[in-house]
């Protein structure tokens, strides 16, 4: 080479380091360097909006000032500034053509790494030296050393000790890995080995990219970093699953089992961050595929762990509705979708479901119900049970709870007079089919009413009323009835068909009288007779434990998980239930029922039902 010799280098050599590399080697000595004030000005532009890639071109090019100052090579910048109108064209190739406009100028040989940058320049008659992209054997991140087996995530921060989640999900602590704290350069060099192996490793990409922010998924670790002026400082945050788990480890019933593959549903998996919400969504899609059904998921970043024949789609100019579009054109059984927050997600998620695709959409919430609350006012109320008809609440890395929405028309919890009846969704444990929170319009307004708890109010208030009607009535029934407060002006009776008519008067003189001198309005209906035969005549008792929870009182045979059984107290029937897989059965802490167990719970006794 000579001192005469000229190289222009592109953006895409500067950036990864190669001509500084090949200079370094001594493959063009004395050589005079024509930087174009074009790729100063994209460098720059990048580095203003917080790009890593920015700043490493400018370092490269810092380097090469610094070999210049030693007399290893000339170096000299060239060129016009691209106008406002250029910078905008950028991604159409106009500074690009700016770059190679220089080498043309000046008769150098360009340089570049990009391969539609060396064709074009090759047309244009230009001496080109393509250096093709290295392939190198991909070496552990620089970050993994911060992992453990249960390290689920680790947190950086610029002038901060460095800390890790540990444990397993639902039960972890944050730990401080270090006492030194991180410097900025130690978090620019683990930012470059990202961008470095997005570049070199098919599997991983650069999800996400604004100003100040760049999201990464390198293998099964998601990476977020956060700079100025997005953050007050540099920040890593490294999260990568710590489990890959089967559905079978969720031990979820059979029923709940053949919910999920019977046929194409609506199911949100709900429940607070780091519950294990994905990695449930991840089993389920493992066991539809092997179900035989075709699965795709949505998802920004991609991060759900599937089998390779389960496609991950990203959205298509950061809009998951066009994504949509494209799904349907696949016309896939069932497709995950990870996460659903926005509005749009929502109307995207309905719009997927109402076209007949099964739906799987995972779900930031604190409660079970919380999930169904979301869809209020993004979706019809009317169609909400055909969009989302299973709930599956996560909790700790459990399924803690799944609830069963189904559309009706009745009369709301509380309210009594038949006029009133009106579409009411139904929110109900899937287990033991207690409906647990109805949602309906009233007025203007939609509400989302509990119905376990209705009475927690005024329980002693409500109880003691149940006791003076029982007192008033028992004057006209010889036999036991049962009184349930259904609000504060209504209550309904449970009796004898032979002692109706003597409640009741002629012409309805007496019930009036009665409703008059309680000041309630009284529903009488006949008891059922059938359930006062179910005695246990010959039949073995259970002792179950008794327990309080918050929302619950349980009553526990373990041995009798799955069975139907009557419950009783001392000889009196109460009534008839399901044992829960747990082996329990749970009843409402304010109903009439909890506090018959509650008033003597050592003569509570469950005896398996007819047929069992």
């Known amino acids: 080479m000579t001192e005469e010799f000229c190289i222009v280098p592109d953006t895409s050599v500067i950036i990864d380091g190669r001509i500084t590399a090949r200079l370094k080697a001594g493959d063009f000595k004395s050589a005079r360097i024509i930087v174009p004030e074009a790729l100063m000005s994209e460098l720059e532009a990048q580095a203003n909006r917080g790009k890593e890639m920015g700043f490493k071109g400018l370092e490269e090019l810092k380097e090469l000032s610094d070999m210049a100052k030693r007399g290893e090579i000339t170096l000299e910048f060239t060129g016009k500034r691209p106008s406002l109108e250029q910078i905008k064209l950028a991604s159409g190739g106009e500074i690009d053509a700016m770059i190679r406009g220089i080498a043309i100028e000046n008769n150098a040989l360009f340089i570049t790494s990009d391969r539609v940058q060396s064709e074009v320049a090759r047309a244009k008659g230009l001496n080109v030296e393509y250096l093709v992209p290295l392939i190198e054997e991909l070496k552990a991140l620089s970050i993994e050393d911060y992992f453990t087996e249960d390290t689920l995530s680790v947190h950086l921060k610029v002038n901060v000790s460095p800390f890790a989640k540990k444990g397993s999900i639902g039960k972890q602590k944050l730990v401080q890995i270090r006492e030194e704290a991180s410097t900025e350069k130690e978090l620019h060099t683990l930012i470059r080995e990202f961008i470095e192996r997005t570049k070199r490793d098919p599997d991983s990409h650069l999800e996400i990219e604004y100003e100040g922010v760049m999201v990464f998924q390198i293998g099964s670790m998601r990476i977020a970093v956060a700079q100025r002026p997005f953050s007050d400082g540099m920040e890593i945050t490294a999260v990568r699953p710590i489990a890959q788990v089967r559905l079978d480890d969720y031990r979820l019933s059979k029923e709940l089992k053949d919910r999920i593959i019977e046929r194409q549903r609506g199911i949100l998996v709900a429940g607070p961050p780091g519950a294990g919400k994905s990695t449930f969504a991840a089993s389920v899609a493992q066991v539809l595929y092997e179900q035989g059904f075709i699965i795709k998921t949505m998802e ?126 139904t929110i109900a444990d899937f287990e033991t089919k207690t409906v647990e929170y109805e949602i309906y319009t009233y007025g203007e307004q939609v509400v989302v009413m509990p119905v376990t708890d209705v009475e927690k109010e005024r329980p002693a208030t409500w109880r003691l009323a149940a006791l003076e009607i029982e007192k008033e009535l028992m004057k006209y029934s010889g036999n036991k009835i049962t009184v349930e407060i259904v609000s504060d002006s209504s209550a309904t009776v449970y009796m004898d068909e032979e002692d109706i008519a003597g409640v009741i008067g002629k012409g309805g003189k007496n019930i009036d009288l009665i409703e008059k001198r309680l000041g309630i309005h009284l529903d009488i209906r006949e008891k059922k007779k059938e359930k006062a035969k179910r005695k246990g005549n010959g039949i073995k008792s259970f002792v179950p434990a008794v327990e309080r929870s918050k929302k619950y009182v349980m009553l526990t045979v373990k041995e009798l998980s799955g069975a139907t059984v009557d419950v009783y107290s001392g000889d009196e029937y109460l009534f008839t239930a399901t044992v829960g897989r747990k082996g329990d059965v749970k009843i409402g802490k304010e109903t009439e029922t909890a506090f018959r167990v509650l008033e003597d719970p050592a003569i509570i006794t469950m005896r398996l039902a007819p047929g069992e």
């Not at 991060?303 to 100019?317: E, F, G, K, N, S």
């Open 300 to 425: 920004s970043p991609r991060d759900l762990q599937v089998p390779d024949a389960i496609t991950q789609y990203a959205p298509i100019q950061r809009d998951m509705e066009k994504t949509a579009d494209i799904l349907l054109l696949v016309r896939p059984d069932y497709t995950i979708y990870d996460e659903v927050r926005k509005t749009k997600d929502f109307q995207v998620f309905a719009d997927m479901r109402m076209a007949g695709v099964g739906m799987i959409g995972v779900v930031h919430a604190t409660r079970g119900v919380d999930a169904i609350q979301r869809l209020i006012g993004r979706v019809e109320m009317g169609i909400i049970p055909q969009v989302v008809d299973t709930v599956i609440f996560i909790d700790k890395g459990e399924v803690s709870k799944v609830y069963d929405v189904i559309f009706t028309v009745k009369v709301p919890q509380g309210m009594v007079e038949q006029d009133l009846a009106r579409p009411v969704i």
